[in-house]
């Protein structure tokens, strides 16, 4: 680059990404006195924390005014459990100590955080903190990260991507360069680089050679941001260690965008799900926990699940109204346009409605035997009030039996990555030799794969979201004190 035709900034710490994770630092480490910059690609910051309903949190005061019993220490013990202990335990435990303190630091910027809801049924303790008005959790806290950082005189170049780490002849880092989306080129002198670019969900070179098995074929709705990695590259080619924990979070079963009200009938256990050969092959009851969903549809041939469910089942989910989930993901009237919904569903190859069960077969392309088998195995189960085959909750349990049938055509769904580089409790990123890079550190989905083991917790439901920001703070926190050091 012509440095006589490049722009140069001069900072204490420059963030790369104004996502949630980006935002937090840049507000931690503001709050600590330093000069900060933040390097955002789009026109906006928020990237993937613009759409969060909830994040999560224990020991938080809003748990503790509505007598919820959140410990860290019970908490900390389910994570690494859940995870059998290949999550890093220093990583997590300073995430679920620093969690509680972090709703408030959010709620003295104006977050009002209103309730703590249960992301299913039985979970034990809560940990979604919620603000009131239908899914606007992540945009209200995104909003007020934005609002303190510009009242702490902070500065944001958008349209702006970071290029390259830059060090000083000591292997410390002195900057970065980074280049506008009308091609020109900057430089920004700073003692910490903050990398928080959001992982890398919309690079498929990336996505094959660091997920095993990855095809994009094996998923059949792909939303959100779409990071292309350019915080992870960036970080690699400077030396970072790769971690091997990196996985694509998503949900199933699911189906395309804006079918809501259809995805209320696949969102309940109460139906039959079959596989592409019409066998039965999981306790539905998993369909509350989307990661362990995507395990199980994983196994099966094609990645695809019929939901089946008949007239009984659709007045059961009618008659129970929305779920808290629901309540804050749905707008309003979407029970109304069922009809609309599902024919559309109908009209694309998804979903189909049946009077018989051959009819059922023949949508699924499976011997009518097979399906009668299969259905009439559930039954029994449901008339006997136990599940022999997959253990199923008896109370979660209703025969197939009413027509018309309902039988939708599900998948999975691709959210973002998970994971990156490998960072230490103090989110600085670290080198093959598992040192640190000095003055290099990274939060949220660029560093995220010490967090889980294969699969994303959701007993801690709001984790990516909770601990991008909690991440990201405790990240400008320490990338301060490097700055101190340096004056």
């Known amino acids: 680059m012509d440095n006589k035709s490049m722009k140069i900034f001069n900072t204490d710490i420059a963030i790369v990404g104004g996502g949630a994770a980006g935002m937090a630092a840049a507000v931690a480490a503001a709050?600590?006195?330093e000069k900060v910059i933040i390097l955002e690609k789009m026109n906006a910051c928020g990237g993937n924390g613009l759409f969060p309903m909830g994040l999560a949190a224990v020991g938080s005061y809003l748990q503790k005014s509505l007598n919820i019993k959140a410990d860290a220490d019970d908490m900390f013990r389910q994570v690494m459990a859940y995870s059998h202990w290949n999550a890093d335990p220093r990583l997590n435990r300073v995430l679920i100590d620093r969690s509680g303190e972090t709703i408030k630091w959010l709620s003295d910027m104006g977050v009002n955080f209103t309730n703590v809801i249960a992301h299913y049924p039985g979970q034990n303790p809560p940990v979604y903190h919620t603000v009131s008005g239908p899914g606007n959790t992540g945009r209200v806290v995104i909003r007020r990260l934005v609002e303190t950082f510009k009242k702490l005189d902070g500065k944001i170049l958008n349209h702006t991507r970071?290029?390259?780490?830059?060090f000083d002849k000591g292997g410390a880092v002195q900057g970065i360069l980074a280049e506008t989306d009308k091609g020109e080129q900057i430089r920004v002198d700073a003692s910490a680089v903050i990398v928080a670019t959001g992982g890398f969900a919309g690079n498929d070179d990336l996505l094959g050679r660091l997920i095993p098995d990855y095809d994009p074929k094996d998923y059949l709705y792909i939303h959100g941001a779409r990071p292309?990695?350019?915080?992870?590259?960036?970080?690699?080619q400077a030396g970072a260690r790769v971690d091997r924990n990196i996985a694509i979070a998503g949900g199933a079963p699911q189906i395309t965008a804006k079918r809501t009200?259809?995805?209320r009938l696949i969102a309940r256990?109460?139906?039959?799900?079959?596989n592409i050969h019409g066998e039965r092959f999981a306790d539905e009851m998993v369909v509350y926990d989307m990661a362990l969903g995507v395990n199980v549809l994983r196994r099966q041939p094609e990645k695809i699940c019929y939901v089946i469910l008949d007239s009984e089942v659709l007045k059961r989910i009618n008659d129970e109204g929305r779920d808290p989930m629901e309540q804050m993901g749905l707008p309003p009237g979407v029970e109304e346009r069922f009809d609309e919904d599902y024919q559309r569903c109908v009209d694309e190859g998804y979903a189909v409605i049946a009077d018989t069960l051959g009819e059922i077969a023949r949508f699924m392309g499976v011997p009518a035997k097979k399906i009668k088998e299969s259905i009439e195995e559930y039954n029994s189960f449901c008339a006997k009030g136990r599940d022999a085959m997959f253990c199923k909750d008896p109370r979660l349990m209703m025969p197939v039996k009413t027509p018309p049938y309902y039988v939708i055509k599900a998948g999975i769904d691709q959210l973002f990555t998970w994971g990156g580089v490998?960072?230490?409790?103090?989110?600085q990123v670290l080198d093959s030799n598992m040192q640190p890079i000095k003055g290099l550190y990274s939060a949220g989905n660029d560093a995220a794969g010490g967090i889980d083991g294969d699969t994303y917790n959701f007993a801690m439901s709001g984790h990516a979201?909770?601990?991008?920001?909690?991440?990201?703070?405790i990240a400008?926190?320490?990338?301060?004190?490097?700055?101190?050091?340096?004056?």
């Open 31 to 33: 709050q600590e006195g």
């Open 162 to 166: 970071g290029r390259q780490l830059l």
């Open 228 to 236: 292309e990695g350019d915080g992870f590259i960036m970080m690699e």
């Open 261 to 263: 009200a259809v995805s």
């Open 269 to 274: 256990p109460y139906s039959i799900w079959l």
């Open 422 to 427: 490998v960072i230490n409790h103090r989110f």
């Open 465 to 473: 979201f909770g601990y991008s920001v909690i991440g990201g703070r």
């Open 476 to 487: 400008g926190e320490n990338a301060s004190e490097v700055g101190r050091k340096m004056e």
